[in-house]
């Protein structure tokens, strides 16, 4: 395009773009009706109308004047941007952004006249013009695959290896239904189906044959009783056969509404905690029954059981013997040592087994007819046995201390952590899955290795319930999640940009983690004083914030703000909310360090640290607090306390705060909550609410600047509400809970800017958001914004980039 033309098509649209606000008025007048009221039809016409329009008159100006020789590549601002003014500052509301964020409630943001002082600029426009060619592109962090048919699932509890390598895999919960996936050459190939929805959950082991995959699973009701599903109270626990496509593979006298499965125990806590299969027979381990079942695999009946104690996952020698883990106990801290049992098939137990292992998590048998042990204790190493006769160590693979040798938390080929799975194909390649440490585990890092230790190929889907951050003092090349960190290369595509660099949950040196102890959901990265401190949100109900200082790539907990009581850590003996601050430094929690700041407090939703390091909380019970900070201790560690609080009433025009975000550079504060105005229609809880205000001169006068009401339509399905809000640079950003949609907002004047929706390069796709600090933003010094948004459904973090 020439410069001619476009100084051509910047002179039309100085000219039309007032004629094209009030066509837009007029359109919006009338078909806004009671069959318009959703804005699809309203927006595809007005976007046909002004596309043909726009069509038309580029295709007459360019059939006149355009020639080989005038054509230049280079647009200036001056070329595409006039004067600009009120009157014709609607030319921001082009097709791509008209269409992505007017609704009727927001269309037309309230607006305090007096205190507006920014107007649209040519740079503005220029900025908005460029947009709209690309308005954002949508990647993502945290797993191989960016959706549709591939990622990879979350929290791996087992694998199982066939001879030609292929990963059978099997956990209790994936989001988006691959509780049981099927993986080769680094490629996700399959998954089986139905393990998800309908009281279904996949399970802790896995077998598989030459003809089909065993898969210990839980069936709880879900269906009505006659179609053979559990009654109301009861449980199942299963094995269920599927053939090696994934599709269910029925028997005679097989249960369930496709009799696929065999239940092995209707127990409360009786899963099915192990699997092997040798000959025509398959074993399996009832833990709660303390027993291990024989069935005969070709009419899936019972042939005998014998007794261990705690059975777990099982592994059978080339001689036809057991080895038998046992599992932990009941209860959680459980310190009992876990052995390595030997039976004979016949459930015989023989004298030679193996008692000095740490932790034995994953057992296998390899093409030597060696015995594999992966020691998930401070070794985080596998352990080679020959068992010829008595077991005798005869190597190891991978590096001792795993994840925490050399750099503690550092990523690395042959650094393993918290392995789940372990296995060996025909030409002695290795297979290995490792979970996080969390309290619930979470991230699946699988990795396969030839014999001599070369990582062939690795894929990860490490994140669930989770938000990302960008570390303000590197210009978000670090981005960090609950506990993962990630280096950025912004050259790259979409889902290539990051790098699993680190892990910063350190098990061993910090046993009272809070990660080890309860859900964390979201991180927070703030420099404060020029040094990098990591703090997060403490499960999907906003119950703590957690405060951690870094050593390295691992961080250490250094604080702990409560709203509530309660049973971790043991050593309270505090009632109500409290803060816990780590006075001496070593990162676990003395009963002397805990301070009380008063009665429980479960209406606290609104959590923010804002660039000082001041810690804010916004309650629905009506009130804000302020803990300023006391500057960084002699540990290094950001200080709090009981006495440097102010309680502030709430501001109007708020009924109930629930997100709370300042600015101390601006002194500008940012609440979102319901108002008198825009209430709670259904009382939903745990949400944005529907209106967010800016105040300036917060600590003095607090001048509403603007009022923005948020999407709220509670009565469609799915509804349409916020869950979570952030703001960067001149943005505001909401998200909604169930449709994942971003709204963006002009910081300065409340008016919409650009709607975001998960893109061709996830499939279009994402889940619901569940946690309440399920977006973060950032503004690059390049003017790009980066826009972080939880994305449970195929374990990763969307992350949509918006030029400037």
Known sequence: MNNKLLRYLSKLSRKQLSRMQLLYRQIKNLFWGRNFRSDQYFKFLLSLILGITTAIVVAMYVSADVTPKNVTAKATPESVTAKVTPDNAIAQATPANVTAAVTPENLTPEVIPENVTAEATPE????????????????????????????????VHDIYVTPDGTVYTNTPWDEAGREVGIYKNGDVIGKAEQTHGWGRFGGVAIAVDTKYMYVAMHQYPGGKAEEDYPREGTEWHCIRRYD????????????????????????????????????????????????????????????????????????????????????????????????????????????????????????????????????????????????????????????????????????????????????????????????????????????????????????????FVDSADADPGTDAVDVYTKEEHFTM???????????????????????????????????????????????????????????????????????????????????QSIKGSWLWRDVNGDGSMQANEYQSLGEDDISVWGWEIDSKGDVWQAAEAGYIKHFR??????????????????????????????????????????????TSDRPNIDGDWGL?????????????????????????????????????????????????????????????????????????????????????????????SNGEYLVFVEENSKAKILMYRIPA
């Open 688 to 780: 944005a609410g529907t209106e967010i205000v800016r105040y300036d001169n917060w600590s003095k006068k607090r001048n509403v600047r603007w009022r923005i009401p948020l999407p709220y339509e509670p009565h469609r399905d799915p509804k349409l509400h916020m869950k979570a809000i952030d703001v960067a640079g001149d943005r505001v950003f909401a998200v909604s809970s169930k449709t994942a949609e971003v709204f963006v907002y002009d910081a300065k004047t409340g008016a919409p800017v650009i709607q975001l929706k998960p893109g061709p390069e996830v499939f279009g796709e994402s889940g619901w958001i569940d946690i309440p600090y399920g977006i973060r933003a950032f503004r690059r």
């Open 244 to 463: 090696l496509s994934g599709e269910p593979a029925p028997f005679p006298g097989g249960r369930g509404w496709d009799k696929s499965m065999l239940i092995v125990s209707t127990a409360k806590k009786g899963e099915v905690t192990g699997l092997a299969i040798a000959n025509e027979l398959l074993y399996a381990s009832d833990k709660l029954a303390n027993r291990v079942r024989v069935y005969n695999k070709a009419t899936m009946k019972e042939i005998r059981n014998f007794a261990v104690p705690n059975p777990g996952k099982i592994t059978i020698d080339k001689k036809g013997n057991l080895w038998i883990l046992q599992h932990k106990l009941q209860h959680k801290n459980d310190k009992t040592p876990i052995k390595l049992l030997h039976y004979s098939p016949t459930g015989k137990q023989l004298p030679v087994g193996i008692a000095d292992i740490v932790e034995p998590s994953a057992i296998a048998i390899d093409n030597q007819g060696r015995l594999l042990v992966a020691d998930n204790g401070p070794r985080q190493q596998i352990l080679i046995y020959d068992i010829t006769n008595k077991p005798k160590q005869v190597g190891t693979f991978g590096i001792k201390g795993g994840i925490y040798a050399g750099n503690r938390g550092e990523i690395g080929d042959l650094k393993l952590y918290g392995v789940s799975g372990v296995g060996t194909d025909a030409a002695g390649n290795i297979y290995i899955s490792n979970v996080a440490f969390g309290y619930n585990g979470s991230g699946t890092d699988l990795r396969a290795f030839t014999p001599s230790g070369k990582l062939k190929w690795q894929l990860l889907g490490l994140k």
């Open 629 to 674: 900070s006391q500057g960084l201790d002699a540990h290094g560690c950001p200080a709090y306390s009981r006495t440097a609080v102010e309680k502030i009433p709430m501001p109007a025009p708020f009924k109930t705060p629930t997100r709370i975000e300042y600015i101390p550079e601006q002194d500008v504060m940012y609440l979102s909550g319901y």
């Open 124 to 155: 503005s426009l220029t900025t908005q013009v460029a947009a709209a060619a690309k308005p954002y592109t949508t990647s993502w962090i945290g797993n191989s695959f960016g959706g549709g048919k591939k990622w990879v699932q979350i929290n």
């Open 489 to 571: 290369d912004y050259r790259k595509g979409s889902g290539k940009e990051w790098n699993y660099k680190g892990y910063t949950l350190d098990k061993f040196r910090y046993p009272n983690d809070p990660r080890l102890h309860m859900t964390p959901s979201a991180a927070f990265v703030r420099r404060i004083q020029g040094k990098r401190f990591l703090y997060m949100s403490a499960d999907m109900m906003a119950e703590r914030l957690l405060v951690y200082r870094f050593d390295g790539e691992t961080v250490v907990p250094c604080g702990i703000f409560s709203k509530t009581h309660s049973n971790w850590p043991t050593n």
